[in-house]
């Protein structure tokens, strides 16, 4: 079955502490993204990557980092620096198929702050 | 800067009544105009990508179309199961990647 595998589903964060949210796909798509979702607001890209080794920052990256060291995984770590990390995260991947752009997004991960 | 707005905020419709969701749009250079349908707590799911003013697409009861300043998702007939946030998103031709900028939503809720 393939797509795109975001864990943990809920993750609460203590003051000062890093905390890393998880994205796998098998879909074999070359770029991914991370979004934030808010309440009341559009989704907004922290990151992408179009190529294992490369990532470029989007939005809102300031308080986030980023790996891709494999085609399949893009995790994304929520530093200290972040004040307001409280928010719905989104992994997404995409792929060009007959000349139509397919988004296709995870199912999400809840960051809450204690 | 791309700018992507949709009304109404939210839409209640009783079941069998058909509607129209609105996506309004400013970007330099459109590349593709997209919809998605979220239900609460999950990812977005991808319905429709519109590429040049006039394109219409379809899928069971949704119905989008394109012009060059907005998007319209059309309902017929909806059910109950088509009660979710539907988001409007935008992507430039320009570089850096599939980068899209995003609407707040409209919010529908289908009654019997």
């Known amino acids: 079955d393939g797509g795109i595998t975001q864990s943990p589903k809920y993750l609460f964060r203590k003051e000062g502490q890093n905390v890393t949210l998880s994205c796998e796909q098998n879909?074999?798509?070359?770029?991914m993204y991370w979004y934030r979702q808010d309440p009341g607001q559009g989704l907004r890209l922290i990151y992408y990557s179009q190529i294992v080794n490369d990532f470029q920052k989007g939005d809102i990256a300031e308080g986030y980092s980023v790996s891709r060291e494999k085609k399949e995984s893009f995790p994304l770590t929520v530093t200290s620096a972040q004040k307001n990390p409280t928010a719905f995260y989104l992994c997404?991947?995409?792929?060009?198929?007959?000349?139509?752009?397919?988004?296709?997004f995870g199912s999400g991960t809840q960051l809450s702050v204690l | 800067e791309d700018q992507v707005t949709q009304s109404p905020e939210a839409l209640r419709l009783q079941e069998g009544e058909s509607s129209s969701l609105n996506c309004s749009y400013t970007v330099s250079g459109l590349r593709g105009l997209f919809w998605y349908r979220q239900d609460p707590g999950k990812g977005p799911e991808f319905l429709f990508t519109?590429?040049?003013a006039g394109e219409e697409k379809e899928k069971e009861r949704l119905k989008a179309t394109l012009t060059k300043k907005e998007s319209f998702l059309h309902i017929t007939a909806p059910k109950p199961e088509d009660s979710a946030t539907y988001l409007c998103?935008?992507?430039?031709?320009?570089?850096?990647?599939?980068?899209?900028?995003f609407g707040t939503g409209t919010q529908l809720k289908v009654e019997l």
């Open positions: 519109l590429y040049s």
């Open positions: 879909l074999n798509h070359d770029a």
């Open positions: 998103a935008v992507q430039a031709w320009r570089g850096g990647g599939n980068k899209l900028t």
């Open positions: 997404a991947s995409s792929i060009n198929t007959g000349g139509e752009e397919k988004l296709f």
